[in-house]
Each structure stands twice: as C-alpha cells, then as structure tokens.
C-alpha cells in the first residue's frame, strides 16, 4: 500500500508516514484514519475543482482577448467584405467585364469622365486593372469612334520620334488605322502622346501634348466564356 501511495502521491510524503503509523489490529484507529483521509480527499477535491475552474476561466479569458482584436477594430469587419467583393470581382472579370466597362468582343473600355495627363489616365487605367487602349485594327478603331469625341489611347512616340509604339510595347500599324488629316504632325514643339479625335473635320488617331488633360479610354481583355 506505501508503494499504491507513493507511486500515485509522489510529494505526499506526510500520507505515507500516516499509513505506517497505523496499526491493523486497531480498527478505531483506522477507522479514524480513514475519515481524515476521507476528508482530505474531499478536500483535494475541491482544490482540484476549483483549480479547474480557474483554468476554464483562464482559457475563456484568452479565447476572449484573442477574438476581441479580430473583431475590435470595427472598420475590419467593414473592410473584409470590400477586399472579398474586389477579388470576386476579379474573378467575375476573367469572363465579363466589371461594373461601368462597354464589352466588346474580348475587351472590355472604360471611358472616362474626367480628364487627365496622357500619364495620369494611363496610372487611372493601371490602377483598374486595364492599361490605355491598344487599337489593333479598323474594326476597333471604328467601335472607339462612337464613344468619344477625344480621348487618350495608348499610343505614344516618346522613345524615338516618329515612332509610334502602343503601351504593350508593339508598334502602331499606321496602314492599318485611320490617321486625322495631317496627322500625326509633331506640332506646338512636340506632341508625343495619341489620342483618337471624332470631329466632322478632324477625324481619327493624332498625336497631342501629353500633359493637356484630356478623357481617356482604358482596355482590359477578358477571358472567352
Ligand atoms: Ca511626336
Ligand atoms: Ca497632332
């Protein structure tokens, strides 16, 4: 029995010594004994609860503060939904074209209702996922034409002179695409940016200042459903 104690109670070296104390031709002893154990067990008990208790407590306390920053900050809530609903956006646009873009075969244009730089429509561009315009043939030019007067496209002869390159890095395919009379003309000092003119006299791509702020069309290809 020393040995049940003292493998089941390391440290309860006191309940060892009071076990051999006990002789078993006294039954009032033991008897005796056994009640104090009785209500030291009971005692464990209780410690034992309340220690368990406690650490419930503790592990609902952590849980609480752990949750409690995730859900704080109430602007996160706020703004997860914001990112989920841009990346299904992003997804749905591998196939349609996103809220306020004209789809047309496999692109998808955005026309601007502002004006800018040929630099700042093209950041304006690129921050929506598309680029400025690449015009690779009539057809396009054709469908372009009847949703702007002027705008910016992606076109520019900034690297050499005369040398019209779209913003993919391809060239311009001046037989292909329909210049305004005269242009491009290399006017006012040096026009470096293009820009697609519908007026009754002056109709087509042209070259322009790149700072003038001027509407834009951007581009973004989608995916064949
Ligand atoms: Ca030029
Ligand atoms: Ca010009």
Redesign the pocket.
Known sequence: MAVFFRSREPDGGFEVAEYRQISRSDPEAAAATRRSRQAEIKHLQVVLLSFGLLCVLQASLNIALRLSPATQPGSQPGTQPGTEEGTQDETQEEHSCPQGWIPSSSSCYYVSSQRASWDGARQACRARGGDLVIINSQQEQDFLSGLVVAAWVGMTDRGTEGVWMWVDGTPVDKERLRW?P??????SGG?DCGDLRVMRSFMGL???DCGFPAPWICEKNIKPV
């Not at 005269?182 to 006017?187: F, H």
């Open positions: 305004a005269g242009q491009p003309d290399d006017a026009e042209n070259d322009f």
